[in-house]
T-cell receptor, first 114, second 114 residues
Framework: AQSVTQPDIHITVSEGASLELRCNYS??????LFWYVQSPGQGLQLLLK??????LVQGIKGFEAEFKRSQSSFNLRKPSVHWSDAAEYFC????????????FGRGTSLIVHP | DGGITQSPKYLFRKEGQNVTLSCEQN?????MYWYRQDPGQGLRLIYY???????QKGDIAEGYSVSREKKESFPLTVTSAQKNPTAFYLC?????????????FGDGTRLSIL
């Protein structure tokens, strides 16, 4: 079965600073990868997804993520963080075959200081 | 606009009571899911349905029940057998029977014990 790890429970950055949120997965083949964002008291919103092709994926709100097969990683990045980016971020991994149900990481809470 | 509607936003359960959480989607999606979210634990899958009149247990189905009589509706009942129901419940849907497609989420229902 696949698994996904988000090593950082909390990340604190200053507004305007760059951001990188880590995501590592465990799966034998090429996975389907997703990043979602959740504002307090709301549902999750898709930021970006990777299925195949170019390993650098652009998403909404100025986010991007890079798939690195050798490191089994799919880290989320943003060059300059805004206060409105403060939220919970979830990485998810899906596989080909079986139930196709994605597995979610435990999330990383982003705190933005002014 | 198409989307997923969860109701109510807040729900209180008395001891020994069953309560039902509503989830309706007008996205014409085949697959629907219920997740439970507790602080620091990410999303845990309760039940999912990839087609009308069929559903499968997820990782934490005990104490919960669902039905899928219509494509657009996937209600979740939290039964009295669920001894720790206090949590944030999220409903989601996706296309193509969920085959590695991104999920669209509702805004959640927060369930508490009276």
């Amino acid at each position: 079965a696949q698994s996904v790890t988000q090593p950082d429970i909390h990340i604190t950055v200053s507004e305007g600073a760059s951001l990188e949120l880590r995501c590592n997965y465990s799966y034998g083949a090429t996975p389907y990868l997703f990043w979602y964002v959740q504002s307090p008291g709301q549902g999750l919103q898709l930021l970006l997804k990777y299925f195949s092709g170019d390993t650098l994926v652009q998403g909404i709100k100025g986010f991007e993520a890079e798939f690195k097969r050798s490191q089994s990683s799919f880290n989320l990045r943003k060059p300059s963080v805004h206060w409105s980016d403060a939220a919970e971020y979830f990485c998810a991994v899906g596989i080909s075959g079986g139930s196709y149900i994605p597995t979610f990481g435990r999330g990383t809470s982003l705190i933005v200081h002014p | 606009d198409g989307g997923i509607t969860q109701s109510p936003k807040y729900l209180f359960r008395k001891e020994g009571q069953n309560v039902t959480l509503s989830c309706e989607q007008n996205l014409n999606h085949d697959a629907m899911y219920w997740y439970r979210q507790d602080p620091g634990q990410g999303l845990r899958l309760i039940y999912y349905s990839q087609i009308v009149n069929d559903f499968q247990k997820g990782d934490i189905a005990e104490g919960y029940s669902v039905s899928r009589e219509k494509k657009e509706s996937f209600p979740l009942t939290v039964t009295s057998a669920q001894k720790n129901p206090t949590a944030f419940y999220l409903c989601a849907s996706s296309t193509d029977r969920g085959k590695n497609q991104p999920q669209h989420f509702g805004d959640g229902t927060r369930l508490s014990i009276l």
